[in-house]
């Protein structure tokens, strides 16, 4: 596979469930991030990972839990979310978040998330 | 602080009509943009970058954007619009400084008549 994948591409959870969001990329980028993309909203930068060490965590509520084992995969944990949290959920990655100015990132497909 | 601002949520041109989507920035520091098309069940890919080099930026597609500093404006243009250009557009702003501080605009819908 090339690019950046995402599984699942959809989720129904309820409020008291635990899943987890996969994010896999093949370019040999070291930097990842997730995004929120709700409806008539803004894209919203939730977490910024660059060589596996966290460097931007927007102001993100704690049920939403990112792990970053390496710089190939991205995970983001979700535990007792909100209607609220609905929304397609995107990973992106780049060469390097340091040098973000002129790094373009790569997207995947999105996780479609309804919270019931 | 910086901000990006898309005039018009929705844009609809007749196929073979010009597309013209708008993006004003506001940055304390030189900017760089960025143009991002999302096509349906799709992630954002980018179409096209300005980076302090040629204010005029070709992009992929027949999409080109010009920079002009005096407007603080960046918008997207194609002279002639196809079927499968339609989309949502996100026009993105970052500082040339280092460090990850991309913000994207709230997106313009294209609709593309036949």
Redesign the interface.
Known sequence: ETG?T?TPRHLVMGMTNKKSLKCEQHLGHN?MYWYKQSA????E?MF?Y?FKEQ??NNSVPSRFSPECPNSSHLFLHLHTLQPEDSALY???SSQD??????D???????TRLTVL | AQSVTQLGSHVSVSEGALVLLRCNYSSSVPPYLFWYVQYPNQGLQLLLKYTSAATLVKGINGFEAEFKKSETSFHLTKPSAHMSDAAEYFCAVSPNTGGFKTIFGAGTRLFVKA
Not at chain 1, 40 to 43: I, R
Not at chain 1, 104 to 110: D, L, M, N
């Open positions: 950046v995402q930097a008539k909203k803004p894209l930068l910024v660059n460097t931007e995107l990973c992106a978040s340091r040098t973000s100015g002129t373009t990132q790569y997207f995947g497909p999105g």
